[in-house]
């Protein structure tokens, strides 16, 4: 059984440019969550979809956005990128109402900005 | 917002030795307690758990405790191994299957 799976696995863009990260989630799994994890700190909540819908957002402008699609796969898009927005980005995905209502993450997509 | 603190930030033992963090959170509404383990570059992945109902969970040799009156729960690890060394997160939230509000870490480096 597949686990979470993100794509790409490395990116880099220059600052101004605009990025997009997918994730795919566990089957049966229709929660997805996106974190932010900048070197040597702990993950930083971004979004939460559940069921297609936002769920929560987390302290960050709004040039991050994100979308989640019928079959529960999930975009983050980033606008206008920034130095500052070099990171790892991890992608969770649980399900409501189970024993696995737990978080399992992806490997991330590390996104270098230069 | 919820303010989530770990101590220590680092910590070396000797293998076989025993490792104990400690995680203090401020809202009193979580109830859902993990501990999290990244290795260099890759994936945080979901060590043990705690629900609010619960005091104590054990894992051979892993166990967390809660004390959700002073609001702190903590990780110990037992027999120590060189496998051990990574870098260990608590993520108390309100929900399990929601929002995860991490700590900023605690290195554990476990010498042989």
């Known amino acids: 059984d597949a686990g979470v799976t993100q794509s790409p696995t490395h990116l880099i863009k220059t600052r101004g440019q605009h990025v997009t990260l997918r994730c795919s989630p566990i089957?049966?799994?229709?929660?997805v969550s996106w974190y932010q994890q900048v070197l040597g700190q702990g993950p930083q909540f971004i979004f939460q979809?559940?069921?297609?819908?936002?769920?929560g957002r987390g302290n960050f402008p709004d040039r991050f956005s994100a979308r989640q699609f019928p079959n529960y796969s999930s975009e983050l898009n980033v606008n206008a990128l920034l130095l500052g927005d070099s990171a790892l980005y991890l992608c969770?995905?649980?399900?409501?109402?189970?024993?696995?209502?737990?978080?399992?993450f992806g490997p991330g997509t590390r996104l270098l900005v230069l | 917002g919820e303010n989530v603190e770990q101590h220590p930030s680092t910590l070396s033992v000797q293998e076989g030795d025993s490792a104990v963090i400690k995680c203090t959170y401020s809202?009193?509404?979580?109830?859902?307690f993990p501990w999290y383990k990244q290795e260099l570059g890759k994936r945080p992945q979901l060590i043990i758990d705690?629900?609010?109902?619960?005091g104590e969970k054990k894992d051979q040799r892993i166990a967390v405790t809660l004390n959700k009156t002073a609001k702190h729960f903590s990780l110990h690890i037992t027999e120590t191994q060189p496998e051990d060394s990574a870098v260990y997160f608590c993520a108390p939230s309100t929900d399990s299957w929601g929002k995860l509000q991490f700590g900023a870490g605690t290195q554990v480096v476990v010498t042989p």
């Open positions: 705690i629900r609010s109902n619960v």
């Open positions: 809202d009193s509404a979580s109830n859902y």
């Open positions: 969770a995905s649980s399900s409501k109402g189970t024993r696995e209502e737990t978080q399992y």
């Open positions: 089957s049966g799994h229709k929660s």
């Open positions: 979809y559940y069921e297609k819908e936002e769920r």
